[in-house]
């Protein structure tokens, strides 16, 4: 079953001054830097790291639970973390490919990226306030 805060957002939005008031408000806040939270990246039952996806990314095809190391080139990515079997790094795919580590443990490197992304005035969500069934019902195209 759907979320019922989208579901409710939705619905509201189907008046036209409730749909120009968010767009006014929106407008005034300027640039959304939110991403979802960060998704595992698994290869078989391994965990190889974890990928923060754009929003973008959120909108157009949700946030599965996971990703496979084959998922990631067709994925809208802002961080990467992952290891090479002995250390941790940090990618920022959208600072040039920048970066960072090498971190001794997973959790390490995890905090490095949220701190970082936190750093650059990202809010990380909760959770996306979205699920598959929002993605499939109400499609975004951008």
């Not at 830097?33 to 698994?42: C, D, E, L, S």
């Not at 090498?102 to 995890?110: G, M, N, Q, S, W």
């Amino acid at each position: 079953m759907a979320d019922n805060r989208y579901r409710a957002v939705v619905a509201m939005l189907d008046d036209p001054l409730n749909r120009a008031a968010v767009t006014r408000e929106l407008l005034r806040r300027g640039k959304l830097k939110m991403i979802p939270p960060a998704i595992p990246v698994v290869q078989g039952k391994d965990n190889r790291g974890w990928v923060f996806v754009t929003l973008r990314e959120a909108i157009r095809n949700g946030a599965p639970a996971t990703f496979t190391l084959s998922d990631l080139s067709r994925v809208d990515q802002e961080a990467l973390v992952f290891t090479d079997d002995t250390n941790w790094f940090v990618a920022l795919v959208n600072d040039g490919g920048t970066e960072m580590g090498p971190f001794a443990t997973a959790k390490v490197a995890l905090a490095e990226a949220t701190a970082y992304l936190k750093g650059e005035k990202f809010t990380i969500l909760a959770e996306t306030p979205w699920d598959p069934d929002d993605v499939s019902d109400y499609p975004v195209k951008l």
